[in-house]
Every structure is written in structure tokens, then in C-alpha cells.
């Protein structure tokens, strides 16, 4: 099983420009997340979905979108990129009142 | 809101020596999971015990154990016979499952403890 995959695991960005990050499960999760990781700091949710059609904010959603056609994928799109979305990011995904989320490898962005 | 406090931000322990890591957190809430993840160097977040706070029994696997105290609200890893493959960052993590209140499951992750495995 491939399990949670995320692309790209690396980018540079332009302040401005404008990027999707990709993820893609095949558990047939329910739920899915994008977090940002921080250097020294835990992880910060940006956006979950319950399944598809149906997405939430979470701690620090702005500048930042998602949508959910599909049970499997759950991309994150970046707008007018900032310093500050300078992060790695990781999907994850879970079945309802499982508790254990699954950990895509992180994808690290860099913006210039 | 629910809050997950690791006041180690690094550790470090000899080979085959014994290590506690602590994890505090605050809730009102009586039903909820918590959880130890490792992210080691590769980055990928793995599980490693997972408790749910209706069962007295502390979790253990292999030679990872907590000792949850509840009344406490204390969660911490003990790692046992520690490897080198154990060096990562370990973070605590909180979640309190579906509640028609609260709506859906989020983790709630503390800032991390930093684990260095000397040879």
C-alpha cells in the first residue's frame, strides 16, 4: 500500500506566485488534513475534510486553499505565496474514531 | 480549547539506557485519545502508543510505555533499552474523538521533544 503520498517533497517559490501541493491516499480514508511544521514548534492545522465535498478551517488557515472532489485527494493550494508560508507541510489522513492519522512523507516549501 | 505541553525540547541518553519523555495537557473533557509520534531524521510522522483515556491500563508496545495520569493529565513515553533508531523528535499529541458539541477529530500537537540516542 502506498498509503498517504504527497508531491512535491521540495519547492522554491517566488514571493507572489502561486503552487498546489498535492496529496493522495488509497486507505479510503474519511478524513484528511494539511498541517505546517515550523522550526521548534508542533504541528499547525491548516485545513481538514470529512469526506468529499466537505472541508473546515483549521488554526491557520489564511492563505491557503483546499477542496475535496474525491475521496482519495485533498490538494492544498497556495495564493500570492509569503516568507511566512515558508514551512514543510504534511497531509495525513484517518478513518472516523480510529484516532491514528496516516503521515504523508512532508513536503518542504521555501519562499523568496 | 484543548493545549499539549513537552516542556523537554531536547534529550539525549546513552544506548541501551532508559528514557522518559513528559507531556502534559489540559481538557474538560472526559473521553479523548492520546498519542506518541515520532518523526525521525526521514521525516514522516509514524504512531508510536496510542491511549484512550477510559482505560486504566497504561499502553505498551514493545519497548515503548506510557504512564498516563489522568486526575495528573500527565502522558509520559518511556523508552526502554533505547536504539539508535530511536532517535527523532517525539511529539505528544491530543484528540478528543467525534462529539456532536465539538464536531470533528483534530489532533492537538505539542511543540516536540528532540531524542538523541548516543553510541
Known amino acids: 500500500n502506498a498509503g498517504v503520498t504527497q508531491t512535491p517533497k521540495f519547492r522554491i517559490l517566488k514571493i507572489g506566485q502561486s503552487m498546489t501541493l498535492q496529496c493522495t491516499q488509497d486507505m479510503n480514508h474519511n478524513y484528511m488534513y494539511w498541517y505546517r511544521q515550523d522550526p521548534g514548534m508542533g504541528l499547525k492545522l491548516i485545513y481538514y475534510s470529512v469526506g468529499a465535498g466537505i472541508t473546515d478551517k483549521g488554526e491557520v488557515p489564511n492563505g491557503y486553499n483546499v477542496s475535496r472532489s474525491t475521496t482519495e485527494d485533498f490538494p492544498l493550494r497556495l495564493e500570492l505565496a509569503a516568507p511566512s508560508q515558508t514551512s514543510v507541510y504534511f497531509c495525513?489522513?484517518?478513518?472516523?474514531?480510529?484516532?491514528?492519522?496516516?503521515f504523508g512523507e512532508g513536503s518542504r516549501l521555501t519562499v523568496l | 480549547a484543548q493545549t499539549v505541553t513537552q516542556s523537554q525540547p531536547e534529550m539525549s541518553v546513552q544506548e541501551a539506557e532508559t528514557v522518559t519523555l513528559s507531556c502534559t495537557y489540559d481538557?474538560?473533557?472526559?473521553?479523548?485519545?492520546l498519542f506518541w509520534y515520532k518523526q525521525p531524521p526521514s521525516r514522516q510522522m509514524i504512531l508510536v502508543i496510542r491511549q484512550e483515556a477510559y482505560k486504566q491500563q497504561n499502553a505498551t508496545e514493545n519497548r515503548f510505555s506510557v504512564n498516563f495520569q489522568k486526575a495528573a493529565k500527565s502522558f509520559s513515553l518511556k523508552i526502554s533499552d533505547s536504539q539508535l533508531g530511536d532517535t527523532a523528535m517525539y511529539f505528544c499529541a491530543f484528540m478528543i474523538p467525534f462529539h456532536p458539541n465539538f464536531g470533528n477529530e483534530k489532533l492537538t500537537f505539542g511543540t516536540g521533544t528532540r531524542l538523541t540516542i548516543i553510541p
Open positions: 481538557t474538560s473533557e472526559s473521553n479523548y485519545y
Open positions: 495525513a489522513s484517518n478513518r472516523l474514531n480510529t484516532g491514528e492519522l496516516f
